[in-house]
C-alpha cells in the first residue's frame, strides 16, 4: 500500500486495501514468447546467459512467459515501467495520476504487492509495503524484462509471487570498445480554458506545453578481461494537466509535480572457466507534491532516496564441466520522509539479501536445481517503531525429459520467516510437450505463500492500526495453456483458475480501520493472443477474460461480487508498420497500441462502478543516419477521461517528442578506418 498510500493522502476503500487488482493479456509486437534465455522455445540454449545473470535457466519453461527487448523498450518510447507494460503487454495498471505518482502493475488479479518484481535476478517488493517504486527504474538502462505469469515460478523460485514475476535485467556485458547512448525528450500536456477552485475561469497555460521531460545518459566500454557501464537519470514533471470532474467541470491538476534523479554503475571481471564476477549499484532520488486527493490542490511534501549495492559471481562450471553455479550478495537502503500536517514521519529500511542457486546436469535426461536465499531486514519508523526481520527460504527442482519431446519440473521449496517464525512448503509441478514443431502444450500446478508486510502489522497512527497476529496469504491454483507457430505466424491461449485464502483485509472495526485475515477470492480466466504478418506491417491481437469472485465480508459464490478494479474484458492491439527496412540510416516506423477494459467495481460491494475506457498510443521513430533516431509518442490519442483509481482522473492527450543517441563501437570503428 506504499505507506498507507502516502499517509492517508488518498482515500483508501476496503476493497483496495483488500484485493486491487487489473489483468495483462499476452505481448504484442516483438514480445513473443521465448526461452528463458531470449531464444525459441524449443532451441537448447547455451549453457550460460550472455547477461551472466542466470546460470540455471531451464532448457524449456512451463510457465507463461514473455520478454520484452531493449529495442522494444526504446520504441515505445513510454514515461516508465508502468506505462511500458500497459502498452507492451497489456497489463493492468492501477495509478493515480501522471508521471512519479503511485502506481502498480497487477497480472492475474493480483497487485504489485502480490507480483514479485526482481532487478538481474534479486527480489525487490518493499518488506514495509510489499510493492515496488515503478518510477525508480531507468528504463534507459534496461536491456531485457522477462514476465512470467502464475505463482510460484521454478526460474528464480521466489517467495509471493500470486500473479507472477517481473524481472528486470540491466547488467550486460557491452559490446567491445566504446559505447554512449543517450535521449533527451520533453512532453507536452494539452492546455486549454479551466475553471478554479476559487470557481474563476483560468486562461489556457502554454507552459503545460513543457510539462515534463527526460534526460538519460549511458557509457560502457567492452574489452576481453573486463568490462563496465555507467548511467544516469533525471525528470521534471510538473503533472499539469486538464481533466473532467464529477460535476462536468474542466479542472487543472496542480500540487502534483515531481522531480527525481538517478545514477547506475556496473562492473564485470572475466575468470578463469567462463566465470564472471559482476559488480553493481545505484541510487535514486525523488521530491514529490502528493495531492491529498485526486481533485484536491492542497498536497503534502515526500521525499524518497535509496541506494542499492549488489556483488555477484556467475559460474557455468563450477568445479566440474556438469555443475553450475550463482552467488550474489546484496545490500539497498531506502529513506522516505512525509510532511503531514507540519510533523515529520520518517521510515528508514535497510535491507541485506544473499542468495545461491546451483545447477547440476546429472543425466541428458535430469537436471536438479537446488538453492536457498535469505534476506534480514531493519526499520527504523516514526510510525511502526524500530523493527526487524529474517526470512528466506531453500527450494530443490528436478527438471525431468521423459521423452524427446515430454519435459516435467517438480519443484518445492520451503519458506521461513515473520514474526512468529512461520513456515510452509510451496510446491510446484509443471510439464511442457512439445507436440511437434509447431505446437507445444503447457501446464502448471502450484502454491502462493506470502508473510504479511512490516506496514499490516505494526502501522500506529491516523486512525489506523496494525496486527501483529496476521496469519500469511496461502492460495493454489493451475494453468494449461497451447501455442502455435509457423513463420511469422502465432497464436496463443491460456486457461487458468486461483484461489487464495487469508488475504489480508483492512476494514473499519468501529474503532478504527485494522487488518485481518479475512479475504478469500476465487478467480477463473482464459487469454488469447494472434500475431498476424501483413505485407508491410504486423497486427497484434489479445483479449483476456477473467471472471472474479469476493468472498469474504459474508459473500457466496451466490452473492456474484467481484473483485475491486478487476475488468472482466481486456481487449489490445497493435499494428507497426515500418519503412526504409533495406536501409538502416533511413529506418523507421511507425506504431500503433490500443487498449480496452470493461467495467470495473471501486469498492467489494460493488456499488461505485467505473466506467470502461480505451486508450489509444501513436509512435513514431525515424532513424537520423547511422546514429541517432528521432521519436513522438501520443498517449491516451483520443483525449479519452477516466480513471484508472476511483476519484484520480487521469491525464489526456499528450504528446512526447524527443531524440536518442548510440555510438557503439567506437574503438573497433576508428581502427577500421
Known amino acids: 500500500m506504499r505507506f498507507l498510500s502516502r499517509l492517508f493522502g488518498k482515500r483508501l476503500p476496503a476493497g483496495v486495501l483488500a484485493l486491487c487488482v487489473l489483468c495483462p493479456l499476452f505481448p504484442q509486437d516483438n514480445a513473443a514468447e521465448q526461452a528463458p534465455d531470449g531464444g525459441v522455445p524449443g532451441e537448447d540454449p547455451p549453457l550460460f546467459t ?31 515501467l508502468a506505462t511500458l507494460l500497459q502498452e507492451t503487454l497489456n497489463a493492468g495498471v492501477t495509478r493515480y495520476g501522471g508521471y512519479g505518482n503511485q502506481a502498480g502493475i497487477n497480472l492475474r488479479g493480483f497487485d504489485s504487492a502480490r507480483v514479485a518484481f526482481l532487478i538481474d535476478g534479486v527480489p525487490q517488493n518493499s518488506p514495509v509495503s510489499g510493492d515496488f517504486d515503478l518510477s525508480a527504474l531507468d528504463l534507459a538502462s534496461v536491456e531485457k524484462i522477462e514476465v512470467i505469469y502464475g505463482g510460484s515460478d521454478t526460474k528464480y523460485n521466489v517467495s509471493g509471487a500470486f500473479g507472477g514475476v517481473i524481472n528486470v535485467v540491466t547488467v550486460k556485458k557491452p559490446p567491445p570498445g566504446f559505447r554512449l547512448s543517450g535521449s533527451a525528450s520533453n512532453t507536452s500536456a494539452l492546455p486549454g480554458a479551466y475553471r478554479t477552485h476559487e470557481g474563476k475561469t483560468g486562461s489556457p497555460r502554454w507552459e503545460d506545453l513543457a510539462d515534463t521531460q527526460n534526460v538519460s545518459l549511458s557509457a560502457g566500454y567492452g574489452a576481453e578481461a573486463y568490462s563496465w557501464s555507467a548511467a ?6 510538473q503533472n499539469h494537466f486538464l481533466y473532467t470532474d464529477p460535476y462536468r467541470f474542466t479542472r487543472r491538476k496542480e500540487r502534483n509535480e515531481v522531480y527525481d534523479s538517478g545514477l547506475s554503475a556496473s562492473f564485470v571481471r572475466e575468470l578463469p572457466g567462463y566465470a564472471k564476477l559482476l559488480a553493481s549499484g545505484d541510487a535514486h532520488v525523488a521530491e514529490r507534491s502528493i495531492p491529498l486527493s485526486g481533485y484536491a490542490s492542497a498536497a503534502r511534501e515526500q521525499r524518497d532516496v535509496s541506494a542499492k549495492q549488489s556483488v555477484m559471481l556467475d559460474m557455468p562450471r563450477a568445479f566440474r564441466g556438469d555443475l553450475s553455479a550463482e552467488a550474489s550478495l546484496s545490500h539497498s537502503w531506502a529513506a522516505t520522509d512525509f510532511d503531514t500536517k507540519g510533523a515529520s514521519s520518517c521510515h528508514v529500511l535497510h535491507s541485506v539479501s544473499a542468495i545461491q542457486r546451483w545447477d547440476w546436469y546429472a543425466l ?60 510452509a512448503a510451496v510446491p510446484k509441478l509443471g510439464a511442457v510437450w512439445n507436440v511437434s514443431d509447431a505446437v507445444t502444450l503447457k501446464n502448471n500446478y502450484f502454491r502462493g505463500f506470502k508473510l504479511p508486510d512490516f506496514e499490516d502489522l505494526y502501522w500506529k497512527g491516523g486512525g489506523m492500526s496494525g496486527n501483529p497476529d496476521l496469519k500469511p496469504e496461502d492460495g493454489w491454483g493451475a494453468d494449461f495453456g497451447g501455442s502455435y507457430r509457423y513463420k511469422a505466424f502465432s497464436v496463443d491461449g491460456t486457461v487458468f483458475a486461483q484461489r487464495t485464502a487469508d488475504s489480508i483485509h483492512w476494514s473499519n472495526t468501529g474503532r478504527g480501520w485494522r487488518p485481518e485475515n479475512v479475504g478469500e477470492a476465487a478467480f477463473f480466466g482464459c487469454d488469447a493472443a494472434v500475431r498476424l504478418p501483413l505485407a508491410a506491417a504486423a497486427l497484434s491481437l489479445s483479449y483476456q477474460y477473467l471472471r472474479s ?47 480496452y477494459e470493461s467495467l470495473r467495481y471501486a469498492d467489494p460491494r460493488n456499488l461505485s462502478k467505473l466506467p470502461p475506457y480505451f486508450l489509444l498510443t501513436v509512435t513514431l521513430n525515424q532513424n537520423l543516419g547511422e546514429h541517432w533516431t528521432a521519436f513522438a509518442a501520443a498517449h491516451n490519442a483520443l483525449n479519452a477521461s477516466y480513471e484508472s483509481f476511483d476519484g484520480y482522473p487521469m491525464p489526456g492527450i499528450t504528446l512526447t517528442v524527443g531524440a536518442r543517441m548510440n555510438f557503439a563501437g567506437l574503438k573497433q570503428q576508428a581502427e577500421k578506418a
Open 364 to 423: 541428458d535426461a535430469l537436471a536438479l536445481k537446488l538453492g536457498g536465499d535469505y534476506r534480514f531486514v531493519t526499520l527504523d519508523s516514526t510510525d511502526m517503531g524500530a523493527r526487524g526481520r529474517h526470512d528466506g527460504g531453500a527450494y530443490i527442482t528436478a527438471e525431468c525429459r521423459l521423452t524427446q519431446t515430454l519435459l516435467i519440473i517438480p519443484s518445492v521449496k520451503a519458506v521461513f520467516g515473520g514474526t512468529s517464525g512461520s513456515a
Open 549 to 595: 469472485y469476493l468472498l469474504s465480508y459474508g459473500y457466496t459464490w451466490a452473492s456474484e461480487r467481484r473483485i475491486p478494479y478487476m475488468p472482466a474484458h481486456t481487449v489490445g492491439g497493435s499494428v507497426e508498420i515500418p519503412w526504409n527496412a533495406g536501409s538502416r540510416a533511413a529506418k523507421g516506423s511507425a506504431l500503433v497500441s490500443a487498449h
Open 232 to 237: 544516469l537519470f533525471a525528470n521534471r514533471a
Open 50 to 80: 550472455a547477461e551472466g545473470i542466470t546460470v540455471t535457466a531451464s532448457l524449456e519453461t512451463t510457465q507463461q512467459m514473455k520478454v520484452l527487448t531493449k529495442e522494444d523498450v526504446a520504441r515505445h518510447s513510454a514515461g516508465d
